[in-house]
Nanobody, 115 residues
């Protein structure tokens, strides 16, 4: 079992930045692929950024060059640095931990981009 707790969401103006954090506990963090998903009102939950246990990163096209995912295996934490935020980035952001046969979700943190 893995428990995931997100933090760092909030209200930010267009063009601003936020840093989300996801603290994991309960299992061997470093073996998991970690990812950030987001779900806007009335839309499906989609992956935004993924970081493998090797450190390889993968980004959804709309966030490339603006978002950076990173992980600190000593602190069991994954981060999402979000820059140049746009109103379309408004969503609940969820942390995900996965390995074959297992997937875990956090409770989500709301990011609102508005002037």
């Amino acid at each position: 079992q893995v428990q995931l707790v997100e933090s760092g969401g909030g209200l930010v103006q267009p063009g601003g930045s936020l840093r989300l954090a996801c603290a994991a506990s309960g299992h061997i963090f470093r073996i998991y692929t970690m990812a950030w998903y987001r779900q806007a009102p009335g839309k499906q939950r989609d992956v935004v950024a993924t970081i493998l246990n090797s450190g390889t990163t993968i980004y959804e096209d709309s966030v490339k060059g603006r978002f950076t995912i990173s992980r600190d295996n000593t602190q069991n934490t994954v981060y999402l640095q979000m820059n140049s935020l746009k109103p379309d980035d408004t969503a609940v952001y969820y942390c995900n931990a996965a390995r074959p046969g297992y997937t875990f979700w956090g409770q989500g943190t709301l990011v609102t981009v508005s002037s």
